[in-house]
């Protein structure tokens, strides 16, 4: 059982940076991968950085390689998307989401149906 709450979006002018959280309740985050997933207007959720369970082998989309890191900490059962240089493409819903599966899996794992539990999501929006 993983309840996941987020927060950090916001509005912020192009090129300007936000630091999204999910902190989870319940089971430690350790053994799980964990994700972010974003949905713009009109397009389906789509995967933007997922990283191992074991912390190793961030994996990010290429529309936000080298300007969006992921990263966690297991001792506040906490996640984070550290997102710098935004673009107005950036503009979405974000969710994160656990896969509690991680160690026996392949990865990185990058479709909705191979998360278990997900964020209430929160709104990031970047004016141009």
């Known amino acids: 059982q993983v309840q996941l709450v987020e927060s950090g979006g916001g509005l912020v002018q192009a090129g300007g940076s936000l630091k999204l959280s999910c902190a989870a309740s319940?089971?430690?985050?350790?053994?799980?991968?964990l994700a972010w997933f974003r949905q713009a207007p009109g397009k389906e959720r789509d995967i933007v950085a997922t990283?191992?369970?074991?912390?190793?082998?961030?994996y990010y989309v290429d529309s936000v390689k080298g300007r969006f890191s992921i990263s966690k900490d297991n001792a506040k059962k906490t996640f984070y998307l550290q997102m710098t240089d935004l673009e107005p493409e950036d503009t979405a819903i974000y969710y994160c989401?656990?896969?509690?599966?991680?160690?026996?899996?392949?990865?990185?794992?990058?479709?909705?149906?191979?998360?278990?539990?997900w964020g209430q999501g929160t709104q990031v929006t970047v004016s141009s």
């Open positions: 989401a656990v896969d509690v599966r991680a160690i026996l899996s392949a990865y990185p794992r990058l479709r909705e149906d191979n998360y278990d539990y």
């Open positions: 319940g089971r430690t985050l350790s053994r799980y991968n």
């Open positions: 990283i191992r369970w074991s912390g190793t082998n961030p």
